[in-house]
């Protein structure tokens, strides 16, 4: 499975959210490559690999390498990456001239899904509405959205949504889904607690129960290239990634038995249907 974490704001706990989620699903004995798609390379340099020039997905975008010579270890055991690194930021140029360009990622990471290395494949997008996000969205099965517990990041949500709408509507990836918001930032104040209050209300089941909470241990981890549930797991915002961890797993599970009922009730092809 591809999963997108997503939002075009900035200092929203995506990337907080991508490393910590695949630490999570990492001790749930979960294989996981991450894929750093922001040329900011925080996912990158969170996991404990240090950004170097030509180290990214630029090559194999632009169909000059080989993805899986980019496919490095990280500071946890069960997770992989493809780093990034500032040159990326070129890559959208480039793409915009290629014949269907949204789909470069999808193309690029199509032989490492077929493989079925990874258990998962999370992809870090950068905090833009650009090509780069367009290519994860193409690319991915699903897309979850960190949304920070203020009220200017309701707005942004909404941008998100109706642009994961747009890749179905368009039929550039017209079986992407959402697969999730996830509070983040969480602070104990009345307005924090508004606001998750009204997009639970508004959106529903969509919305995961776990809130992850603001922790000036968060911010320290990345400092030491491990993810905060590695670094510091007894901290209340690390047990909240490991719920989270554990709610994305019972989601998948469900859906999957959905599934596999819905394929038991269907007739099967007659002669003349094959």
Do not use: W
């Not at 949204?102 to 258990?119: M, N, R, T």
């Not at 919305?207 to 510091?232: C, D, F, T």
């Amino acid at each position: 499975m591809i999963l997108a974490i997503a939002n075009q704001k900035g200092g929203v706990g995506k990337t907080t959210t991508v490393v910590n989620l695949a630490a999570a699903l990492a001790a749930r004995r979960k294989t996981v490559l991450v894929v750093d798609l922001d040329p900011q390379a925080n996912a990158t340099s969170g996991l404990g690999v240090e950004p170097a020039e030509g180290i990214s997905l630029y090559g194999a975008l632009l169909r000059i390498a080989d993805v899986n010579d980019f496919i490095v270890g990280t500071s946890v055991d069960k997770v992989n990456l493809i780093p990034s690194e500032v040159n990326l930021a070129g890559v959208e140029i480039e793409l915009a001239r290629m014949e269907d360009h949204l789909h470069g990622v999808s193309k690029v990471l199509a032989p490492i899904v077929e493989s079925k290395v990874f258990d998962y494949i999370l992809i870090d997008c950068p905090p833009s509405l650009g090509i780069l996000m367009s290519n994860a969205l193409a690319a991915a099965d699903a897309v979850l959205v960190p949304m920070q517990c203020e009220y200017y990041a309701m707005e942004g949500l909404s941008v998100i949504l109706n642009l994961v709408e747009r890749m179905r509507r368009t039929g550039a990836n017209p079986d992407l889904r959402l697969e999730g918001i996830a509070m983040t930032m969480y602070s104990r104040t009345r307005l924090a607690d508004e606001v998750v209050s009204q997009v639970r209300e508004h959106y529903g089941d969509a919305v995961y129960k776990a809130v992850i909470p603001r922790s000036v241990r968060a911010g320290e981890a990345p400092s030491y290239g491990i993810p905060l549930v590695a670094y510091a797991p007894s901290t209340p915002v690390a047990q909240a990634y490991f719920i989270l961890a554990n709610e994305f797993l019972a989601r998948e599970r469900a859906r999957a038995v959905a599934a596999d009922k819905t394929d038991a009730v269907l007739p099967p092809k007659s002669s003349s249907q094959a």
